[in-house]
């Protein structure tokens, strides 16, 4: 690996690490930034996901308050986030990724209407269906959202957060917590798999995850400083961009 190619590496992970902790959505700079350097498509995939672990690793102390106030109720979702993303790895294992890749503007463009949506939507499934059905429901999503984790992740930040909002964690804050410690705890199962699958590129995945790691941390302490009413309008906004560039690149 050349020193130019260290050099984009290190800067794309750092600002995909600020945005990562932030928001979510960060694949869209540094998987093509991985592809850049010359790895292939699969290989790019599965060594993005170690370079960004330290993103939304290094923003949960910043969340330590909301994630104890949470408490128990974070089991169940870590286990159901780990099996769909433990499965959703395997998935990429042995499958050619086309065909769901040609999805990803699609799932990303629902996920930015459910978290713009996303208390009114619960309300109405909680009415509709009655509480427990809803519930029974939103962890199915949480299920088929890993799962699309485990295989790519573009975008994952934007659905944990809408799926959050809907299980009723309404303070962005809190929700933000909730996105940064499922994506940790699946991402380390994913690198698991990807690891025992020899499909990451070691060096340009430690490189990018010296920029992510500051990244993270950075981006963790400003999200907590950002009004949350403009922080929700960022995080819509870039869905829609991230929705558009995948469009663009998918179908023209």
């Known amino acids: 690996m050349e020193v130019t190619q260290a050099l984009i590496l290190v800067t794309i992970g750092l600002f995909g690490g600020v945005w990562n902790a932030i928001a979510?959505?960060?694949?869209?700079?540094?998987?093509p930034a991985l592809m850049a350097v010359g790895l292939p498509p699969i290989v790019a995939n599965a060594t993005n996901y170690l370079a960004l672990l330290p993103s939304n690793a290094a923003a949960l102390p910043a969340y330590r308050e909301e994630l104890r106030g949470l408490g128990k109720s974070l089991l169940p979702l870590l286990f159901v986030s780990g099996v769909g993303a433990v499965l959703g790895s395997l998935l990429l294992l042995v499958s050619d990724p086309d065909v769901f890749v040609a999805l990803i503007p699609f799932l990303i463009l629902i996920a930015t209407g459910l978290f713009a949506f996303g208390d009114r939507l619960r309300a109405w499934l909680i009415k509709i269906l009655g509480e427990a059905r809803g519930n029974s429901l939103i962890y199915v999503a949480l299920f088929i959202s890993s799962i699309y984790g485990g295989y790519f992740g573009a975008g994952l930040g934007i659905i944990l957060l809408a799926i959050a909002q809907i299980m009723g964690f309404s303070d962005f804050h809190i929700a933000n917590s909730i996105k940064n410690l499922l994506a940790t705890s699946f991402t380390i199962l994913s690198i698991l798999v990807f690891g025992v699958g020899w499909l990451i590129a070691w060096p340009e995945a430690v490189t990018?995850?010296?920029g992510s790691t500051i990244g993270g941390y950075v981006g963790g302490r400003l999200a907590k400083r950002v009004n949350t009413k403009?922080?929700?309008?960022?995080?819509?906004?870039?869905?829609?961009?991230?929705?558009?560039?995948?469009?663009?690149?998918?179908?023209l």
């Open 24 to 31: 979510g959505g960060a694949t869209l700079f540094t998987f």
């Open 208 to 210: 990018m995850m010296v």
């Open 230 to 251: 403009y922080l929700r309008s960022v995080v819509i906004a870039f869905g829609l961009v991230l929705s558009v560039a995948y469009f663009a690149r998918t179908f």
